[in-house]
């Protein structure tokens, strides 16, 4: 599977659109790009998937550049309660279900 | 709530003994997936099961084992514990092995100390 970027931390403020950055470039044409979220040892919390067109669900949106090779997720509207990890993973669709979790990107999402 | 379950939530151990964590899956999902995460190595994957067969295999310790029975819950055994077994042990459901995309859910975790 391909591996991921992602910077360690981010701020947001309440109620503006929170941005997270992955950086995928060595991904092949069959890897999915998948985020997940932890929020304080919970259990990982799916939030979207998607292959090249960019996708929406009521939690987010996962917009993938034309080549593949960044995508960002998108909170449109943040609020406290999305304070989190949040984890970029790739993963070829036909290699099995593991996740490959790396560090993640700390949100911390302020008054 | 994702619609998985684990038990116990809390487990203290000493060093040595045996534990059982338990796994019951999402209603309709045949996967099921266990992965450790401690404090210096992250989220890990162990092992996945599907429809009662082992499917792949992470770094799983040779002192750990799992099972997937007929009714789907999973359980995880983990044999002479170790201080460093000491962890957050999360179990995950899909509907399908892995082919194809799809999404996992995962349960609360147990918290395993070994003291």
């Known amino acids: 599977d391909a591996k991921t970027t992602q910077p360690t931390s981010m701020d947001c403020a309440e109620g503006r659109a929170a941005n997270l950055p992955c950086n995928h470039s060595?991904?092949?044409?069959?890897?999915?790009v998948y985020w997940y979220r932890q929020i304080h040892s919970q259990g990982p919390q799916y939030i979207i998937h998607g292959l090249k067109n960019n996708e929406t669900n009521e939690m987010a949106s996962l917009i993938i550049t034309e080549d593949r090779k960044s995508s960002t997720l998108i909170l449109p509207h943040a609020t406290l309660r999305d304070t989190a990890v949040y984890y970029c993973i790739v993963r070829a669709y036909n290699q099995g279900g593991k996740l490959i979790f790396g560090q993640g990107t700390e949100l911390s999402v302020k008054p | 709530d994702s619609g998985v379950t684990q038990t116990p939530k809390h487990l203290i151990t000493a060093t040595g003994q045996r534990v059982t964590l338990r796994c019951s899956p999402r209603?309709?999902?045949?996967?099921v997936y266990w992965y450790q995460q401690s404090l210096d190595q992250g989220l890990q994957f162990l092992i996945q099961y599907y429809n009662g067969e082992e499917r792949a295999k992470g770094n799983i310790l040779e002192r750990f084992s799992a099972q997937q029975f007929p009714d789907l819950h999973s359980e995880l055994n983990l044999s002479s514990l170790e201080l460093g077994d000491s962890a957050l042990y999360f179990c995950?459901?899909?509907?399908?092995?892995?082919?194809?995309?799809?999404?996992?859910?995962f349960g609360p975790g147990t918290r395993l100390t070994v003291t």
């Open positions: 060595t991904i092949s044409g069959n890897e999915y």
């Open positions: 995950a459901s899909s509907v399908n092995p892995g082919t194809g995309p799809s999404e996992q859910y």
């Open positions: 209603s309709g999902d045949l996967s």
